[in-house]
């Protein structure tokens, strides 16, 4: 005899976080979308990384969305401490969204980076080196690109 598969409960905690990611990602692409071009002859602008980085974020929250409305995946841990770190990131992802304007592209980046590194658990030498040469990368790439990225309103 065979026996019913058993009835897949919706996975509220997934939800909720699911939720606040996809609010926090279309605050982000909302931000990323005041940003303008210097020159209307650029290929692409500053605002083409943070709208890549808005719309992964959008896809990934929909993705768990659809995910805890399916039953949702067991993970590790339980609890209120198995969304410490992902909230942390999430936050951190808030965090640079609003920093961005006020402090600039290298320093919101540069803390960024370091955070979220610290967070997921790199040593803090090699998070801080990390770090430092992702933003220095990016910045460099960017030019070399022709975007200008923000410098911050606390530096001019």
Do not use: C, H, K, N
């Amino acid at each position: 005899m065979d026996r019913p598969p058993a009835a897949r409960r919706v996975d509220r905690s997934d939800a909720g976080a699911a939720l606040v990611i996809l609010l926090g990602a279309a605050l982000y692409v909302r931000e990323a979308l005041t940003f303008r071009p210097f020159l209307r002859t650029e290929p692409l602008g500053p605002s083409t990384f943070p709208l890549l980085v808005g719309g992964m974020m959008l896809l990934l929250g929909a993705a768990l969305l659809r995910s805890a409305l399916r039953g949702g995946t067991p993970g590790p841990g339980g609890g209120v401490a198995r969304y410490w770190r992902p909230g942390a990131l999430w936050g951190l992802v808030l965090l640079y969204a609003l920093a961005l304007t006020p402090l600039g592209f290298p320093l919101t980046t540069g803390l960024f980076l370091l955070l979220g590194f610290l967070v997921t658990g790199v040593r803090p030498a090699r998070a801080l080196l990390l770090a430092i040469l992702l933003t220095a990368a990016m910045w460099y790439g960017f030019r070399l690109l022709g975007v200008r990225l923000p410098a911050g309103e606390l530096f001019r």
